[in-house]
Structures are given as C-alpha cells and as structure tokens.
C-alpha cells in the first residue's frame, strides 16, 4: 500500500463555509444587546484566530473595549448560538467525498482549527464527518492556538508519526505550517486575504476534488524534500 499520511485540516473556509453562520451569530448577539449589527465582509475579515479574537474585533469595530465583562458575556452568547444552528454552514463541493477517498485510501485524518472544540465537534457530528476525524484539536483545547505551532504539533503527535500535510485557507494557517515545518495545502476559496502566490505554497487547489491528487504529488516526494 501507498504511503499514509497524517492530514490535518483546518475548519472555517478549509472544510465548512461558515462564514454566513458566524455572520448571523454576530448579528444575533449584538442586537440582542441592542448593539449595532455588521455586515458579512466585516465579520468574514475577522474570522480565523478564534472566537475570542473575532468578538474582540467586532468590538473594537464599534468603538467598543474589545476586553472585559461584555466581551466575557459576547462569547458566552456565541457559544450557545455556535453549538446549534448549522442552518447557514455548508460543506465545500466535494470536501466530504474527498475526506471519505482519503480516509479509505488509509491516511489519518485530523482538524486544526481556532474555532472552539465544542462547536467545531458539533459541526463535524452535523455533516456526518466525526467519525473521520479521531482527532480534533479546537481553539480552546490547548493554551495556545494557531498560528503557534503548538496545537498542530498536538494534532501530529495524537495521530501517530508519519509524513504530514496541512490543509487550511488562511494567512493564520499558512503562518502556522511554517512554524510547525509543515507543508501547506492551500485552499484558494476560504477566507484568506492575501493572493495565494504571496502565502509561500505551491500546493493550492480551488475544488476538493482536486485534494486526493495533492495528497498523491506529496507521497511522491522525497521524504524531507517538504
Ligand atoms: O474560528 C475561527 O476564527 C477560525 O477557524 P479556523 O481555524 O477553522 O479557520
Ligand atoms: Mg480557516
């Protein structure tokens, strides 16, 4: 058999266009606390270090303290929204018929992502994807969350020792693998803000379709070739 590989995806615009469900969350938790709502490129702009980040930002968006106890309480109502309403995230075309080749083609499956873990398991069990991924590290499981290394060396070392890939859409993710000493496959239709030549990979699809045939360019290198 082929060589399998650890694959570690991250999730908001890697796997899951959630972009219209974090956006009407946001909206649902300010205006419930007769604050001012945004638009979808505000909050899509302030996706990808996690929910604590995002709810700072929104914040500070408004001229608001992007610390403190209405910040404490933000996230807790977001939390609340983030478990259960799935109703505006969709799954990439082809991402779970992708997750499903690879994952039979024997290669170990895992999700990197600063989204909470709670939520992020939630969406997963959603999708009927949870099964695929024994391993899921969120943006609170750790002390530390990406672009720190830490939580994607965590990923690693729960899945096993083998040759590793990365999977995500942003600069936070792209920063991440660098750290890490990870390649890099780039998604070019998640939440990035850079042009995808300036992200210092040369592993970028636009379709999931296109992943099995990365994951097989990556076998055939040279172990420690990157
Ligand atoms: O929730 C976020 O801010 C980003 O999540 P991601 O790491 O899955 O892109
Ligand atoms: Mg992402």
Redesign the pocket.
């Known amino acids: 058999m082929a060589e399998a590989l650890n694959l570690v995806f ?5 796997l899951i266009d959630s972009a219209p469900q ?1 956006h009407a969350a946001a909206n649902a938790v300010f205006t419930a606390r007769s604050l001012p709502g945004f638009a979808l490129a505000t909050v899509l702009g302030f ?5 604590g ?2 709810v700072g930002r929104l914040l500070a968006h408004q001229g608001l303290e992007a610390e403190g106890p209405l910040h404490r309480d933000l996230v807790a109502d977001f939390m609340r929204i983030y478990e259960q309403a799935f109703d505006l995230t969709s799954l990439y075309p082809g991402a779970a018929e992708a997750l499903q080749d690879l994952a039979a083609a024997g290669h170990h499956l895992a999700i990197c ?3 909470p873990e709670a939520p ?1 398991r939630a969406i997963l069990h959603h999708f009927g994807l949870a099964e695929l991924f024994p391993v899921v590290i969120g ?1 609170d499981t750790l002390p530390l969350r ?1 672009p720190d290394p830490a939580p994607l060396h965590a990923a690693i070392a729960a899945l096993g020792p083998a040759r590793t890939l990365f999977i ?3 600069e ?2 792209a920063e991440t693998a660098r750290a890490a000493d990870v390649p890099l496959a780039l998604f070019s239709g998640g ?1 990035r803000k850079a042009a995808p030549e300036e992200m210092g990979t040369e592993l970028v699809f636009d379709h999931h379709a296109a992943l099995p045939r990365l994951v097989a360019q990556l076998q055939g290198r040279r172990p420690g070739k990157g």
């Open positions: 991250d999730l908001d615009g890697t974090i996706i990808g270090n996690g929910l980040v995002l992502t600063n989204k992020a943006g990406k995500g859409d942003s936070v993710d939440y």
